[in-house]
């Protein structure tokens, strides 16, 4: 069982398709600490595709929006697990490494073993047990905080807490060298199957009577033992056992809680992310909406282009379009400089944050859930430069050629100015039976292109559209 | 009476084990069934063999089977630790736990099945089935003594200690009592299960037997002397249960697969009859689509060379010929449709050189083994060559192809030799066999391997074709777009 508030996608996007449409340096310009700008990078990159899915994370990050004091005492907490985690791997290591005081005798470096397992384990439960009063305190209305608040009172507030509290603090508070009394479990093949640490307040001896006694400060004359004289090497292996044990079962309580809570602090980061992202879009003053998910449908109304906020721009134009939803693709078309790309990038910006249930800039947003997004831009000025082993035009038809075979039905393949080193009606023609062959394959398209038959064979199957003097981005008939 | 096996395994008839590995037999089976392999068997057991494995169909007889094999690893484990075990209370724990498992494998084997070879076992364990039970009754009586010594207490302060066991909560019973009611450990979890039991030390061991000099001292007396047991018979029939189950594990794969199988009839007259076989040592590759091919081998062609296009299933032919053959000579059944078999005495290969390891040059390696086999072969014998003798120039391979083939048809043995050498051709004193290919369809491989002269031409540059590397294949990547 694991606290998640944070599920893993498993949509995939294609390579360089950040870089492609400037999505890194978009994040970096908002988001100025490292680890949550890497780590929301990272989400945006396996995106959820499921709507109920992206819901719930919507809903998590409106919670964490409306309370910030619950955002941030979480995060605190979730660094002191991290220090609890450090420490106890720390000396985990340590010990596997022999640079634990080598010298040590084997009862003493077990006793030492049992005492670091009990505090890790007693911090452990008063960490579940500050996680469930924050979460009372806040009381968040998303399902996945909670479902983190149930599981952390299942624990902290369940029968034997307390208890297993207090032997941890006995366990930990336990001087070294002190008596040992153990139960020995013989199997049956006589070997010691278990030695058992005896709780010296709870031990009753034969003939002792009702009343508990322990027999440490002089052992009683008419209890019927045998002296017992261990060699050094028997000794070392059979004293050590109580407490090794205690140190495994204790262990086994802290790896499970441990595990549980894997994923708090990488969730936390990607939720202040989105919390800065959200604040940074307030600032810049444009409308903020969390996009539905419903149907085939792709329409967008008032959507800005988050590289051009995140730049400092200050006339940036707003796109609307509208893609019913069984259109096969859309094709994009329009003067050098009029805007194709920045739709391109508006676009499937939009889409990528939202489907990972963040907002986006925009009045109103629909999406599709695509199962991938893949990415094929022409890169005269940059990328041809590395490792060019085949022309232009052949490293387009390869790369294009992986894509097809990769993309699964219900994928998102956006092309930009592809195919525009060969002669348009060339690579028209052979585009034209690429797309088709994407809709016959469930796969929706958009492409901005110059190459104007293209859009001619296209007109009736796909959304055309043509990017106006202002632009806008203009539905043709 | 000495003990009887249980597949009347002949040790001293044995075909050497590298006949096993170039028949890739001991990647589908374990070490001790490929070893099994390697022994032949005569006509007579070769039927009741097979009896036994028509039994195994049986769910509920190879469940029998299943678990007479998991006690005598058992048993096996414990004798071990018996033998290494000082004179101590473990002993008497290890002696105890060791008669019950015998007596528990000893129960089992009239179960087993109901032919001829473990009605065989079971007439001979009678005896030891009746011993059986005043050795059950013994560890009854046992019982109560093992277990009043099995928990004691010690204590470790200024004096150390042992004494029986003492009332009183241990710590991790409390931790794993809260943990299992928060949810936070599985119920019933013990650490202690996840490590190796300590042997009880010496030091240990004297105050235990001092504390319980009594049950130890009943012990003594009640428990059977380890001499009285009959380990070393009952142990030696573990291989051979693990091979009848491998062996019913293996054809209820090729079942799964879709292979056909059959058990063969036994030939009086020497000859090597089936139709539809299969080289199923190809499943160890996962190759799904294995082709069957029938095998003529019958007076007077007991020998023939096979020729044909490169990749077109000439090894994996000769493989099948091998494996099946082995497979029959150890009373199992074969992958084929059905099959008329001489049980041969013994089965030779002769691979590639190259694969081995070898103090002297390929050519003087190849010739020295190829020499030997002839050496060993006798009418009753079936040698299988594997491109011999292609590391030379064709004349002098061919030479030599053509003088080993020569050889063994002059002593009477059965064989078949893959190799390249179309010369041989024109020797009409030969069988040939040949690996098809549809030249309508671009020399595509059939895997059939039929009986005709054979075609000259390797089609090296259709290799390239089946990996789509050829113009035609890469323009048709799309043809489905309209």
Redesign the interface.
């Known amino acids: ?1 694991s606290v998640t508030l944070l599920k893993t996608g498993a949509g995939e996007v294609g390579d360089r398709t950040f870089s492609r449409i400037s999505l890194d340096i978009t994040l970096s310009l908002i988001i100025k600490d490292g680890a949550r700008r890497s780590c929301l990078k990272e989400v945006l990159s396996a995106p959820l595709t499921s709507p109920d899915d992206i819901a719930e994370r919507q809903a998590v990050i409106a919670d964490f929006d409306s309370h910030p004091g619950l955002l941030s005492e979480l995060s605190a907490l979730s660094e002191q697990l991290d220090a609890i985690r450090s420490a106890w791997n720390e000396y985990r290591r340590s010990k596997l490494s022999g640079s634990v005081s080598p010298k040590m005798s084997p009862l003493r470096a077990a006793e030492e073993q049992c005492s670091v397992s009990s505090v890790t384990l007693g911090k452990l439960l008063f960490f579940v047990r500050d996680v469930k009063e924050t979460l009372e305190k806040y009381r968040p209305a998303s399902a996945p905080l909670r479902a983190m608040l149930s599981d952390a009172r ?2 902290a507030s ?4 307390d ?2 509290l207090a ?1 941890t603090g ?2 930990s508070r336990r001087a070294p060298a002190s ?21 010296h307040k ?5 003939g002792s009577g009702p009343a508990r006694r322990s ?2 400060k002089k ?1 009683p004359e008419d ?9 050094r ?3 070392d ?3 050590p ?2 407490f ?3 140190s ?3 262990d ?2 802290s790896k ?2 441990f595990g549980r809570y894997s994923g708090l602090g990488r969730a936390l980061l990607f939720y202040s992310a989105a919390v800065d992202y959200i604040a940074f879009l307030r600032r810049r003053g444009t409308d903020v909406c969390y996009p539905a998910f419903t149907g085939g449908e792709l329409s967008v109304r008032g959507l800005y282009d988050a590289a051009l906020l995140a730049s400092g721009a200050e006339d940036v134009v707003p796109h609307t379009l509208a893609s019913p939803g069984g259109t096969p693709g859309a094709v994009v078309c329009g003067a050098n400089g009029s805007g194709k790309t920045t739709l391109l990038r508006s676009l499937l910006t939009a889409h990528l944050l939202a489907q990972s249930g963040l907002p986006v800039p925009a009045k109103e947003a629909r999406f599709p859930v695509f199962a991938a997004v893949y990415t094929q831009f022409a890169e005269s000025e940059r990328e041809f430069a590395e490792g060019n082993d085949a022309g232009r035009f052949e490293q387009e038809v390869r790369e294009l ?1 992986r894509i097809i075979d990769r993309a699964p039905p219900g994928s998102l393949i956006v092309l930009n100015e592809t195919f525009q080193s060969t002669s348009y009606d060339e690579g028209s023609e052979g585009l034209y ?2 797309l ?2 994407l809709e ?1 394959r469930g796969i929706f398209y958009i492409i901005a292109t110059h190459m104007e038959p293209l859009r001619d064979m296209l007109r009736g199957r796909a959304l055309c559209l043509r990017m106006n003097e202002r632009r806008e981005p203009v539905r043709e008939e | 009476m000495p003990a009887p096996t249980l597949l009347r395994t002949d040790r001293g008839r044995s075909i050497p084990y590298h006949v096993i590995e170039d028949l890739q037999l001991h990647r589908i089976f374990s070490d001790d069934t490929a070893h099994m392999l390697a022994h032949p068997c005569s006509a007579d057991v070769i039927l009741l063999r097979r009896d036994l494995f028509s039994l195994l169909s049986d769910p509920d007889v190879r469940e029998r089977f299943s678990a007479f094999r998991r006690a005598l690893s058992e048993l096996s484990r ?1 004798n071990a ?1 018996y033998k290494k075990a000082p004179e ?7 002696l ?2 060791l008669e019950a498992k015998y007596a528990a494998a000893v129960r089992m084997i009239p179960r087993l099945g109901g032919c001829t070879l473990t009605d065989e076992l079971a007439d001979y364990w009678e005896d030891g089935a009746r011993a059986v039970g005043a050795i059950e009754d013994a560890l009854r009586r046992a019982e109560p003594h093992l277990t009043a ?9 200024e ?21 299992s ?5 599985p119920e019933g ?4 299960a ?2 190796e ?8 061991d ?3 037997r ?2 319980f000099a009594e049950p130890l001292g009943a012990l003594r007396l009640i428990l059977p002397p380890y001499g009285s047991l009959e380990l070393h018979e009952l142990l030696s029939l573990a291989t051979e249960v693990s091979f009848c189950l491998e062996i019913c594990e293996f054809t209820d794969k090729m079942t799964a697969r879709g292979l056909p199988l059959c058990c063969p009839r036994v030939s009086s007259e020497r000859r090597y009859i089936a139709r539809g076989a299969c080289d199923f040592t190809l499943t160890y590759k996962n190759i799904v689509n294995i082709v069957p091919n029938d095998i003529e081998f019958e007076p007077p062609d007991t020998f023939f060379f096979l020729l044909g296009a490169n990749g077109g299933g000439k090894t994996t032919y000769l493989r099948g010929v091998g494996a099946n053959l082995l497979l029959f000579l150890s009373g199992a059944p074969i992958c084929a449709a059905d099959a008329e078999i001489y049980p041969f005495s013994s089965v030779l290969t002769h691979f590639p050189a190259d694969e081995r390891v070898s103090d002297v040059g390929r050519l003087d390696d190849e010739r020295r083994r190829a020499d030997a086999m002839l050496a060993a072969a006798c009418p009753d014998s079936f040698l299988i060559f594997n491109e011999t003798f292609s590391g030379t120039d064709d004349k002098y391979g061919c030479e030599l192809t053509l003088a080993t083939a020569r050889a063994l048809t002059e002593h009477g043995a059965f064989g078949i030799y893959v190799t390249h050498f179309h010369e041989l051709l024109s020797h009409g004193e030969f069988a040939f066999l040949e690996a098809v290919v549809d030249a309508e369809n671009g020399n595509a491989r059939t895997y059939k391997i039929v009986r005709q002269n054979a075609r000259r031409g390797s089609y090296a540059a259709d290799i390239l074709k089946k990996y789509g590397l050829d113009r035609a294949s890469l323009e048709r ?2 043809k ?3």
């Open positions: 069982m299942a624990v369940g029968d034997g807490f208890a297993l032997v006995e366990l008596p040992v009394d153990m139960r020995i479990t013989l199997d049956a093949l006589g070997r010691v199957a278990s030695a058992e640490l005896l709780d709870y031990m009753k001896l034969p027999f440490f052992p209890v019927p033992g045998a002296p017992l004289i261990p060699s090497e028997e000794a292996s059979l004293l056992l109580p090794s044990e205690l495994r079962v204790m086994d309580i499970e809680l050629s039976h690429i088709c062959c016959r | 414990i630790m101590s209370t473990s002993k008497y724990f290890i105890a736990s010594m099995s928990r004691a207490t010690a204590s470790f302060h004096k150390s200690f042992i004494m029986p066991d003492v009332e009183g909560e241990a710590y991790i019973e409390t931790i794993e009592k809260c943990a009611a928060l949810g936070l450990l979890a013990r650490s202690h996840h490590r039991a300590l042997p009880l030390g010496a030091a240990a004297a105050p235990f001092e504390l990547r799309y489905n777009c309209p």
